[in-house]
């Protein structure tokens, strides 16, 4: 069975069962700041599960160290915190080990683009079937306050008390460089922008990459207040296919599905040196997914004999030269 | 013509020649046709970092060096009876290693003022009075009879020149009596698409073996009988090979898919090569891009129920220390196998040293402790891979499996095992909700992930997909039994505490000691571990031979350390620890046992000889 043409959960099973939010909340106290923009992913997450029908056993959550990295001990699935930047690295041995399970990512913009930059670049480019949140409030939240990868040049922060020198990513730019399959950008405030996101981000069959913008309301409050609300005006440019955009002068219909990914690159540059902020789906295109070629390698190997594990082992244990003493 | 036999009970030869020589070649098959022969034999590589050093240069050698004999041997011998040096820096870079009297068959073409040069001589060496009159010198032109020899085949004459390796086999094999077939089997095989290249090679090996058996430059052929060995097939193996074969034979025997997690590292790669091999029995193998993301990819597919491996050296073990320290908290079966090589840093990376102990022991923040299992020869690598799964399955903790550049490159021949003599491993996996809520009415209603089998004190292994069992864990320190994050002291403490007891339960698993002590009253005790096994085992039989009497007990547990290990050391007056490294087993056995552990420490990415062992020995006396 060829594997290309599935959904990101045709191999998880479903459930028969009726689910709503509650199914998926975790008995644990929720422990982020009052206002923090990651209760409302929160709960747009748990809102959005149920719609996907999956077993929740099925499911697994694997995030790495941060505020945003707390979010697998609220939902009540499968989970792992780990360690700092690691995520992607631990969930593409989950994802590759079990084609039925769901497997998400959660991060921040420290986590995910500085320690475990690496990691994240590997992830979309072997294009493991992943859903990667990458929560972007563009400062350190949880060691309290110092500049992030994604701070602005100049942000006065506790480790740059005369403005930061460092030219920040843009982690859409980043994800298509990588050659990612399924780029997204949506606002923690939006949350019919952000459940829709989300659905054609797990629907994605390989590396789905959402950048969602998060509002710190401690350390970075406001960061993004250009484009929420009805301020937004036109500041937002929301992406639909087909939409007529103009980036440096050049105007063509957006077109998510091309294979060439040099217009999408450019529209993820729009926000440079101009007020305007593209958010939905850049780019989403096929192509097979490393765990289940990965997964093929093995099935064929496997379906190349009759032989049983054990006997394949005798055959192993006296491979090469052998001789005989009686 | 015929030539005189002499018996020999045991023979070590050092093939040496330049990196892109073949020398590597040569050795393996002069080890495969004795092993068919049915000799005991050890080999030892011996080679430079450097793909291709400049040519002809001292830091371009590489060597083979294998022992074989009549009996049961140990070590891959301390010092060559013969040396087979293909140019002059092969002869330079090797002589001090050879005992007065030694047989150096040395192959002339290369001996060109050039080439003198670069290997640092002044003048010929084969005009040396010393050189001749301490050695029986056969200075032979291998490489130009090679390139007559084989001119029929109109190959270029570099391409003809390249089969001289072949030729000397052929020389060696001919002068030992080895068998042929093998060989000649095997270069059809390897060379069956290029007829000319195969052709060369076989002719070169066969024109090698008539070159000693006509010519009067050899007087005297040697015989080294077959070693009597118990029932069985066997075959020669390396360590590496051992070790890949063991941990698919632990896939098989728990009945788990093998992850392996792997970065590319010297000595250690040709693991991943191996396993990557094997995939008809469900083992997946990822290159990653880089040690955190291969020991995190492994721990990834652990926690979804495979068995997860990460292989590495030394650095790559610094570098995948994090996430060690998470897979003990995690409480996951992970193997960590570490091919220890000469260090700091990059160090030396194609030689071995066993200085990763307390790396293995301590490297990780907090108190994380893990068992560790180490191989002591190349097949024991077998045996050690599926002991170190046996304890993290068994157990829900990452193992830590020390072998080393000595064992991994190294071979002896090995009795293959029959699959079902190996021991079965029960991954148990968690089924169903383990305790019981406040309001719950039907018994076991919760899944508690930290509730503790009460003999192992292992955590449940409870995989997704798995209903009921949904849960969180992470490396923050969780709440006894609950497993929710907790940062009460009373609770941090008995969890440091409990994850300690785990892996010092592990020594209830463990069979007793065995103490070499024949006459059971020997003073001197010889306490070793790992790759030191051979070494140590034929300094022990040098100093018996003397008349002496002297103990051995080797550790394959270095943490736990075996519980009768307390009253072993409280017998003996003195207490020697031979190690590659600077003396961490001593350091431990000092702080443990208080016990005045004497080290033999030598760190020259060479395994120990048996006649330093015998010396240290001696002294202590």
């Not at chain 2, 992930?449 to 209903?467: H, K, S």
């Amino acid at each position: 069975m060829s594997t290309h043409a599935l959904s990101g959960l045709e191999l998880v099973p479903t459930s028969d069962e009726q689910q709503n939010g509650k199914d998926y909340t975790s008995d644990q106290e929720v422990r982020w700041c009052p206002g923090c923009g990651d209760y409302a992913v929160l709960k747009a997450v748990q809102s959005f599960l149920p719609d996907l029908g999956l077993r929740r056993e099925n499911i697994v959550f694997v995030s790495g160290i941060g505020c945003s990295s707390r979010f697998p001990y609220y939902l009540d699935t499968f989970g792992m915190h780990s360690i700092h930047g690691r995520a992607p690295a631990i969930a593409t041995g989950i994802a590759t080990s079990r084609p039925d399970l769901s497997v998400w990512v959660v991060t921040g913009d420290g986590d995910a683009l500085s320690i475990g930059g690496n990691h994240l670049i590997h992830a979309l480019r072997r294009n493991v079937n992943l859903t990667i949140l990458l929560f972007n409030n563009r400062i350190y939240g949880l060691t309290k306050g110092q500049y992030s990868p994604t701070s602005e040049e100049g942000k006065v922060t506790k480790s740059t008390p005369v403005g930061s020198i460092d030219h920040p990513f843009n982690p859409v730019s980043l994800a298509l460089g990588a050659e990612a399959t399924f780029v997204a950008r949506t606002i923690d405030s939006d949350r019919k922008h952000l459940t829709s996101v989300l659905a054609a981000a797990a629907a994605h069959r390989g590396a789905a990459l959402v950048e969602i913008y998060q509002n710190c309301p401690i350390f970075n409050d406001g960061a993004f207040d250009d484009v929420k609300g009805p301020e937004a005006g036109d500041h937002l440019v929301r992406l639909e296919p087909g939409l007529e955009v103009t980036v440096g002068g050049r105007t063509w219909l957006h077109d998510p599905s091309a294979v060439d990914p040099s217009d999408q690159f450019a529209l993820s540059r729009m926000s440079e040196g101009t007020d305007r902020v593209p958010v939905g789906v850049f780019r989403q295109v096929q192509r097979p997914t490393y765990d289940d070629q990965a997964r093929e390698q093995v099935a064929t190997a496997v379906d190349a004999s009759t032989a049983s594990r054990e006997e394949r082992l005798t055959a192993l244990l006296h491979a090469g030269d052998t001789w005989t003493v009686v | 013509m015929p030539q005189q036999v002499t018996r020999l009970d045991r023979v070590v030869i050092r093939f040496a020649g330049d990196s892109g020589d073949g020398m590597q070649l040569t050795g393996d098959r002069f080890t495969q046709e004795s092993a068919v022969f049915g000799n005991d034999l050890m080999t030892l590589p011996n080679f430079p970092a450097e793909i291709r050093a400049p040519q002809g240069t001292i830091p371009g050698v590489s060597s083979f060096q294998v022992h074989f004999a009549d009996h049961q041997i140990l070590t891959a011998g301390d010092a060559p009876d013969v040396l087979v040096a293909m140019n002059p820096a092969a002869l330079k870079a090797n002589l001090a290693d050879l005992p007065k009297g030694a047989t150096i068959i040395v192959d002339t073409h290369d001996f060109t003022a050039r080439n003198l040069q670069k290997a640092g001589y002044d003048g010929d060496p084969l005009e040396d009075e010393q050189l001749l009159s301490n050695y029986q010198v056969h200075a032979v032109d291998l490489t130009g009879m090679t390139v007559e020899a084989v001119k029929e085949f109109g190959l270029s004459r570099k391409d003809a020149a390249r089969a001289k390796n072949m030729f000397a086999l052929g020389l060696l094999s001919w002068l030992y009596g080895r068998p042929t077939e093998p060989t000649v089997t095997f270069l059809e095989r390897r060379f069956g698409r290029a007829p000319h290249i195969r052709d060369a090679n076989v002719t070169a090996f066969t024109t090698g073996w008539n070159f000693g058996e006509t010519t009067e430059t050899f007087a005297v052929r040697y015989e080294v009988a077959p070693a009597p060995q118990a029932p069985g097939t066997y075959r020669n193996i390396t360590g590496n090979l051992a070790l890949a074969s063991g941990l698919v034979a632990a896939a098989v025997r728990s009945g788990l898919p093998l992850f392996l997690g792997s970065y590319p590292i010297t000595p250690a790669s040709d693991i991943l090569h191996e396993l990557s091999k094997h995939k008809g029995m469900g083992v997946t193998t990822f290159q990653a891009e880089d040690e955190i993301a291969g020991i995190g990819a492994a721990l990834g597919a652990a926690y979804a129920g495979s068995l997860g491996v990460t292989t590495t050296s030394g650095p790559g073990v610094a570098l995948k220390s994090e996430a060690i320290g998470l897979a003990v908290t995690l409480e996951l079966p992970l193997v960590v196998v570490d091919v220890q090589r000469g260090g700091p840093s990059t160090g030396l990376p194609t030689k071995t040293e066993q200085a990763d102990l307390l790396q293995a022991m301590f490297g990780r923040n907090g108190e994380a402790p893990l068992p560790i299992v180490a191989p002591s020869t190349p097949s024991d690598c077998f045996d050690a891979a599926l002991e170190a799964a046996r304890i993290a399955i068994t157990y829900r903790t990452p193992v830590m499996l020390l072998s080393d550049g000595y064992l991994a490159n190294g071979s002896e021949p090995w009795r293959v095992p029959d699959v079902a003599d190996l021991p079965e491993i029960d991954p148990a996996f968690a089924t169903e909700p383990n305790h019981t809520s406040p309001g719950s009415a039907n018994g076991a209603d919760t899944f508690w992930p930290y509730l503790r089998d009460q003999a192992t004190l292992a955590r449940p292994w409870a995989v997704p997909g798995t209903p009921g069992l949904e849960h969180r864990i992470g490396g923050l320190e969780k709440g006894d039994g609950h497993g929710n994050i907790s940062y009460d002291p009373a609770n941090h403490d008995l969890m440091v505490r409990t994850r300690a007891a785990k892996v010092e339960r592990v020594a209830d698993s463990l069979a007793p000691l065995v103490v070499d002590d024949p006459s059971g009253s020997a003073q001197v005790l010889v306490v070793g571990w790992g790759s030191t096994y051979g070494p140590i085992a034929a300094g022990i039989r040098l100093v018996r031979e003397a008349g002496h009497e002297v103990a051995q007990v080797h550790l394959r547990h270095l943490n736990p350390l075996p519980r009768d290990l307390g009253d072993i050391l409280s017998r003996y007056d003195r207490v020697l620890v031979p190690e590659m490294n600077l003396g961490q087993l001593s350091l431990l056995l000092r702080a443990r046992y208080l016990v005045d552990a004497v080290g033999l420490n030598v760190v020259r990415g060479l395994p120990l000889t048996s006649a330093e062992v015998a010396n240290a020995i001696e002294e202590l006396m």
